[in-house]
């Protein structure tokens, strides 16, 4: 008896330290920026009335000519070893983001049968920068050693001049901070259209990535949940207290009170003031505050918003070449395609007309790791036929070097 009291015991201590996190700061560091700010109040409307439009002119839902690669820098702002995370984290971290955006995430199967159909690929993918702003390359990852002990959403994190890193122009990368955030705090994000140094999200490094990681939010969803915010999502139940008034300014995420904390079980349905019936609210939302094993999707209204302002204020990122290494040969890139991208892991490169020498082709994926190397003699007008089929869903990029020419494409696999 006395063993069951201890573990009902510790089961709501648990969830009382779970609720005493602060999952998110977004929400206060916003109305900070705009007391900071007061003109920017006239950026977040034009956000969201074109936001607004958007959604009108793509009822069912917007869909892309293509998949965006956004390119993103870690600054590890660390004051000791531990914080200093190690790049495997970071590649983990990076990985959950492309599966949670993409839909290939390993829980995706958990979405509700009511939901499913409102479950969105957003198709926005990440990947490491290897050119840094300088042109240089680099691996993504910058590590500056500090003498902060723990940074708050003050963004001192954000200038070298306060003990941090300073920011790589938003227009060409997602920045994303990983340091010390003090006793409860995951992590926050800048929305879209704020001040330019200040852009990017900053993570806790004990919720960064997967390894060694603290539970319950050891699966790298704090990331997937600030990003979202980055790209101009609002928290799922409207950050109105309990009322029902408040919105996401999202029509296919139900109406909920407040966010939840903790897990549920796979299927449960849960109701509350704001949305009485079956299906229930949206728990499962990356947007609520549930624990990381919990949290599965983004709605097709979601990814409509997000594409907004990734036609919007977010526009730049779009052309962003930062993942990219070497030097692209526009004549010659034009005669070589890659076909069908999106693929299944199956594709052809074309080389229309072109005779090339001494031809090494290498593919590496978004991590940079190379999963595929292939040398010709000699390449005249021909196509070559790829299985990556054994590879995970994600971007690759496929650098073909020749002995006067290299030209890199990007290829990815759904
Ligand atoms: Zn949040």
Request: proline share 4%; hydrophobic share 35%.
């Amino acid at each position: 008896m006395k063993k069951y009291l201890l573990l009902a015991a510790c089961l709501s201590w648990g969830a009382i330290q779970a609720q005493q996190m602060q999952r998110c700061s977004t929400h206060d560091y916003q109305q900070q920026i705009l007391i900071d700010h007061p003109e920017y109040q006239a950026v977040v409307d034009e956000g969201n009335n074109h936001a607004q439009e958007y959604a009108q002119n793509h009822p069912e839902g917007f869909t892309p000519r293509a998949t965006v690669v956004i390119p993103v820098v870690f600054h590890v702002v660390y004051a000791n070893a531990t914080e200093n995370i190690s790049t495997t984290r970071l590649l983990e971290q990076l990985q959950v983001l492309n599966e949670d955006y993409g839909k290939y995430n390993a829980d995706a199967g958990n979405v509700p049968n009511a939901f499913q159909s409102l479950h969105a690929n957003t198709d926005i993918q990440f990947c490491l920068a290897h050119k840094d702003p300088s042109g240089n390359w680099t691996d993504g990852i910058n590590r500056v050693s500090t003498t902060v002990s723990s940074f708050s959403t003050n963004d001192n994190v954000k200038f070298s001049a306060t003990g941090g890193a300073n920011a790589w122009p938003r227009d060409q990368y997602l920045n994303i901070w990983v340091c010390d955030l003090g006793s409860s705090l995951l992590g926050y994000a800048a929305f879209p259209g704020g001040p330019a140094t200040r852009d990017g999200v900053v993570l806790h490094y004990r919720y960064t990535g997967k390894t060694g990681a603290s539970a319950p939010f050891n699966k790298g969803r704090t990331a997937t949940h600030e990003v979202g915010h980055w790209l101009g999502l609002y928290h799922i139940w409207g950050d109105d207290g309990s009322s029902c008034s408040g919105t996401d300014q999202v029509a296919d995420t139900p109406n909920q009170a407040s966010e939840n904390y903790g897990c549920f079980t796979v299927g449960q349905v849960r109701t509350d003031a704001c949305t009485a019936n079956a299906p229930g609210i949206m728990w499962m939302n990356f947007m609520d505050y549930t624990d990381d094993a919990c949290m599965y999707m983004f709605t097709t209204g979601q990814k409509t918003r997000m594409w907004s302002y990734l036609n919007n204020q977010r526009f730049a990122l779009q052309s962003s070449q930062q993942c990219l290494v070497g030097i692209e040969d526009q004549t010659i890139a034009t005669q070589i395609n890659l076909f069908p991208s999106p693929n299944d892991g199956h594709f052809n490169l074309q080389f229309n007309g072109l005779l090339l020498n001494e031809v090494t082709i290498t593919i590496t994926n978004s991590m940079g790791q190379i999963v595929e190397k292939r040398y010709y003699d000699i390449i005249h007008d021909t196509q070559l036929w790829f299985d990556m089929s054994q590879q995970p869903q994600g971007v690759y990029l496929i650098d073909i070097t020749t002995s006067s020419e290299r030209i890199i494409k990007k290829m990815i696999k759904q």
